[in-house]
């Protein structure tokens, strides 16, 4: 009973959260500044209201890692889930080959 009852609030809180969200540029970390190696925004994700997740971001070794806030990583699941099925990530900057870091020219 009282797993129920904190599973409908956490809901109802994400929710809410999401209600007040918007889009934000971000970065996936596969196209970056040739000059400086750092990442370039090139994606558009949805953030609900206080929260920021990532749940991959390639680094500049090249390996995938995620990134957010506290309550990014509290909400983790319902954020992956939003972004599937209600809010889709928007793609700004395609790579040329899909996989591989593009390096922006500048």
């Known amino acids: 009973m009282t797993a129920g009852i904190l599973f409908v609030c956490y809901v109802g809180i994400y929710i809410i959260l999401s209600s007040m969200g918007t889009y934000y540029f971000n970065q996936s970390g596969e196209v970056r500044y040739r000059s400086m190696g750092l990442a370039v925004s090139d994606i ?5 209201e206080g929260c920021r997740f990532q749940y991959q971001f390639k680094n500049i070794k090249g390996k ?3 990134r957010g ?4 990583y509290l909400f983790a699941p319902l954020i992956m ?3 599937r099925f209600v809010h889709p990530t928007q793609v700004l900057i395609e790579p040329e080959v899909p996989g591989e ?5 500048l």
Do not use: A, E
Request: aromatic share 24%.
């Open 64 to 66: 995938y890692v995620s």
């Open 81 to 83: 889930l939003d972004r």
């Open 44 to 48: 558009s994700t949805w953030n609900p």
């Open 101 to 105: 870091t593009y390096w922006f020219p």
């Open 69 to 72: 806030n506290d309550l990014g």
